[in-house]
């Protein structure tokens, strides 16, 4: 097995830009914890481009579980990726929410050593993570609050159904309130809607998506509204790169911010890419150019 000084200089020859999340590997080795090590190399084989080193990274992690008899369960170890990778998400998320998207290091030293026997998620870092959803859920209320429903000249959700059929329906079954007040239902039973909608219209049911996201992780349901949604956040290619760009014209600085910050924590790799690039430009104004960003021509 590698010994500590080993691993510390294979991980120094990897880019300077990474040494933000060896803060929390030092606060565990400092404390004489070898799973510090462990984290760095699982965070490294989640993000690194080279499958090498991800593969490099694998091997390694495992001899420092079998070295140690850790098993700390890949649920607490996916929680800790996760809390990490969301650190960034603090700096332009409101004062009142910015603690929940922070590395909590404490709590984490704390409870992942009373939990080691057991393999599914230490329930502190359950609670940990339902307070990233709530702190989410309120964030995304208020970038997107009073957002208007769309107008006769614009396709309810009901109306992007119908047109996905070729056919057509008046808004009679629409929800014409706050967005906040849609039915998940509504999503539900229109889940192939959302490409044949404006950019008025995704204004208003992108937030209620997100929500409903977030809330319903699991939901057994058909899931192609989530994933549609998924896809509707990554860069378009050809001809529809300008058709995305008119869509999203709509969603103004602090929008585009709860948007990348959704992201990070659904999980969605390709659409956290796109979105930090315009989140990192914007953080001291808005940029003009930003969809140039999101979509590099």
């Avoid at 830009?17 to 400092?30: G, I, K, R, T």
């Amino acid at each position: 097995m590698r010994g500590h000084d080993e691993l510390v200089a294979y991980l120094q020859q990897l880019p300077d830009d990474w040494d933000s999340w060896l803060v929390f590997a030092d606060a565990l080795a400092e404390a004489g914890d070898a799973r510090g090590e462990l984290l760095v190399l699982e965070h490294r084989l989640a993000t690194h481009p080279d499958p090498d080193v991800r593969w490099e990274a694998d091997v390694l992690a495992d001899e420092w579980l079998e070295a140690y008899g850790y098993d700390i369960g890949d649920d607490n170890r996916d929680a800790c990726v996760w809390f990490r990778d969301l650190a960034p998400v603090a700096a332009r998320a409101p004062a009142d929410l910015a603690p929940a998207f922070a590395r909590p290091l404490a709590q984490l030293l704390a409870l992942l050593a009373t939990d080691q026997d057991h393999p599914h998620m230490s329930p502190v870092l359950a609670l940990q993570r339902e307070r990233v959803i709530r702190a989410m859920l309120a964030w995304i209320d208020r970038a997107f609050d009073g957002i208007p429903v769309p107008g006769k000249n614009h396709r309810t959700i009901h109306q992007a159904e119908a047109a996905d059929n070729h056919d057509g329906c008046d808004r009679s079954r629409d929800h014409l309130g706050r967005w906040q007040d849609l039915p998940d239902e509504h999503l539900l039973v229109n889940q192939w809607a959302l490409p044949h909608l404006d950019g008025v219209g995704l204004h208003y049911y992108a937030p209620a998506v997100m929500s409903f996201a977030l809330r319903h992780p699991h939901h057994e349901r058909d899931t192609w509204i989530t994933q549609s949604f998924e896809f509707t956040l990554v860069p378009s290619k050809g001809d529809l790169r300008a058709y995305q760009e008119s869509r999203f014209e709509r969603f103004d600085r602090a929008q585009r911010a709860a948007i990348y910050a959704f992201t990070r924590v659904a999980g969605h790799r390709d659409g956290a890419a796109a979105w930090q690039r315009v989140f990192e430009a914007e953080r001291d104004g808005e940029r003009a150019d930003w969809f140039d960003l999101f979509s590099p021509r």
